[in-house]
């Protein structure tokens, strides 16, 4: 079983900068794409920003220049740095991996519990 644990979510103005961290544990042998999804209050679950083992970024249109996710591959880490935040980028955000238990088989996805981004005007 593996368990993420986010962190870094706060309330901050309109412009100002936050890094959320996220530390996955458990029984991984390989994590392949590690990201961010967020979910605003009566939308939904969206893609953020995410990065593969091979390095390959992808990012949500609404967040290109401004956030920027990172990995550490040794302490099974993810990153995202976020400047010049808006008001709408208030949200909850969820870190989410794919990764294998094993050697062998397919992979599994595991998500965090989220940590919440608010962000005034």
């Known amino acids: 079983q593996v368990h993420l644990v986010e962190s870094g979510g706060d309330l901050v103005q309109a412009g100002g900068s936050l890094r959320l961290s996220c530390a996955a544990s458990?029984?991984?042998?390989?994590?392949?794409?590690m990201g961010w999804y967020r979910q605003a209050p009566g939308k939904q679950r969206e893609l953020v920003a995410s990065?593969?083992?091979?390095?390959?970024?992808n990012y949500a249109d609404s967040v290109k220049g401004r956030f920027t996710i990172a990995r550490d591959n040794a302490k099974n880490m993810v990153y995202m740095q976020m400047n010049s935040l808006k008001p709408d980028d208030t949200a909850v955000y969820y870190c989410?991996?794919?990764?294998?238990?094993?050697?062998?088989?397919?992979?599994?996805?595991?998500w965090g519990q989220g940590t919440l981004v608010t962000v005034s005007s």
């Open positions: 989410k991996i794919d990764y294998h238990p094993t050697s062998y088989g397919r992979s599994l996805d595991a």
């Open positions: 458990g029984i991984i042998f390989r994590i392949n794409t």
């Open positions: 990065l593969t083992s091979g390095g390959s970024t």
